[in-house]
């Protein structure tokens, strides 16, 4: 068999790419009699494009016989690497592909001396969850992934409005407070493009999201302002929005609002990780 290369991706790579982003999860939804997590071919491409253009993100391209044949991402913008998506064309699986790049982007994220490493791995997928354990991945939060529109009734005393430069500070602050550190980088970016918002009870801003669904982080002082931030979303981006199924009192709101529970996940790390405190959701990243 030809010897695997793996090198760094580049913008020129983005059409097979996002094809074989798509394949991979159709490929694998289909095996297991479940929803495509990244929607449309349309999405990956989109998605593919966007973290190629992001400084930050950082990509690799899996080679065999000059075919591209896998890549895998990482999202290096904070203290904390979140590592996705990591795909392999459906023709190329189960040959060490996806193995490759993972030991690939963890060897880069030791050389940089990153304190810690998460990812969120989708839980009938029991072939990489056993890859990833094998790679030193610890279990830490399994996730029940809901879709659908909560039903009109908003949070007492809450209101949510889009995030602007000035609640910056006070959102990494936040954000701090529950996980140990910030992700401003990634929030900044949010807030540039107009996908970030907060919301606000009293006289402060008490909880914020980067996006509702895969590819946005939310943080709350108390499980009412995440509750906040959902019921004002008009979508969910990707297969839905990530909930710690530990907080059997936000996952209770979620079904109550109408929700439906389409998947379960599993957050893992290596290296640093703080007990969250107060309500969070992840992104698909971590």
């Known amino acids: 068999m030809t010897e695997l290369q793996i090198r760094e991706a580049e913008a020129g790579d983005a059409e097979v790419l996002g ?18 997590e990244p929607g449309t071919p349309e999405f990956t491409d989109f998605q593919m494009k966007s973290m190629l253009a992001t400084e930050g993100i950082f990509g690799l391209v899996a080679e065999r016989a000059d075919e591209i044949v896998g890549s895998g991402f990482q999202d290096e913008r904070g203290t904390i690497v979140g590592v996705g998506p990591i795909s392999v064309d459906p023709a190329a699986m189960d040959v060490g592909v996806g193995r490759a790049l993972m030991e690939a982007l963890l060897q880069r994220s030791r050389e940089r001396a990153v304190p810690g490493v998460r990812l969120v791995q989708t839980a009938y997928h029991y072939r ?18 809901f879709q659908g529109s909560p039903k009109a009734a908003a949070v007492p005393g809450a209101s949510v409005r889009p995030a602007t430069d000035d609640d910056v500070d006070t959102c990494d602050n936040l954000c701090r407070d529950v996980h140990g550190h910030d992700r401003h980088a990634e929030l900044q970016a949010a807030v540039d493009r107009g996908a970030a918002s907060v919301v606000e009870r009293g006289d402060g801003v008490t909880g914020y999201t980067t996006g509702l669904g895969y590819i946005g982080h939310a943080v709350g002082s ?65």
């Open 222 to 286: 108390t499980d009412d302002d995440i509750s906040a931030l959902i019921q004002s979303a008009e979508m969910f981006t990707g297969l839905g929005v990530l909930v710690p199924s530990r907080n059997t009192a936000l996952m209770a709101w979620c079904l109550t609002a109408g929700l439906r529970l389409v998947q379960q996940s599993t957050l893992m790390s290596i290296g640093l990780y703080n007990e969250p405190h107060s309500a969070w959701l992840p992104s698909i990243g971590y």
């Open 19 to 36: 094809r074989i982003f798509f394949d991979s999860f159709e490929s694998l939804a289909t095996r297991h009699s479940f929803p495509i």
């Open 128 to 145: 990489s969850l056993s890859l990833y354990a094998k790679l030193g991945f610890v279990v830490r939060e399994p996730l029940s992934v």
